[in-house]
């Protein structure tokens, strides 16, 4: 059976080294469905925070290299590594504690105070709890085992 988690979590293991033999930290890896394409997508970041083409380039010819011949997804599929852009996940705790004070989204699995999305500067980061100063000067502490989804986002 095919099983979408199981091919990023595959591909994880894949990209994980050829990121770091180029000093590159992976964000998160997506399979998934879009129109009639199967899209792979590879997030990348550098510590500078300016991932050139160059380094997207070189990381797509390894990975293709090593997935052409380990062949773990049976379908066909556009494979993209890029940068996670301005609105990047945030799924690790160090990923909390280097964006403290950051304006995040987030969406949890089940309804806190009547709701499921929330959007405020990131306080903290404890004990496995997301502390949040929300727009209207309130602050709420999520359970992280609550959160579908984090990510920095922005004010237009």
């Known amino acids: 059976m095919f099983y979408l988690g199981k091919v990023a979590d595959t591909v994880t293991d894949f990209v994980l080294p050829i990121a770091h033999s180029e000093d590159l ?3 998160d890896v997506e399979f998934l469905k879009e129109g009639s394409d199967w899209v792979l997508r590879i997030f990348l970041e550098n510590k500078d925070g300016d991932l050139t083409i160059e380094e997207c380039e070189k990381v797509s010819r390894a990975l293709s290299l090593i ?15 890029s940068s996670p852009g301005l ?3 945030l799924k690790t705790e160090e990923d909390f504690e280097r ?13 806190i105070n ?25 602050e709420i502490t ?12 922005f004010e237009i």
């Open 87 to 89: 609105e990047r996940p």
């Open 67 to 81: 997935l052409d011949e380990e062949d773990p997804i049976d379908k066909s599929y556009i494979l993209e590594v």
């Open 25 to 27: 930290s992976l964000i």
């Open 99 to 111: 964006f403290k004070g950051e304006l995040i989204a987030v969406k949890t699995f089940k309804k």
């Open 114 to 138: 009547g709701q499921k999305e929330f959007v405020g500067t990131l306080k903290n980061f404890e004990k496995e709890k997301i502390i949040l100063n929300l727009k209207n000067e309130e």
């Open 142 to 153: 999520i359970d992280y085992s609550l959160v579908a989804r984090a990510n920095l986002t």
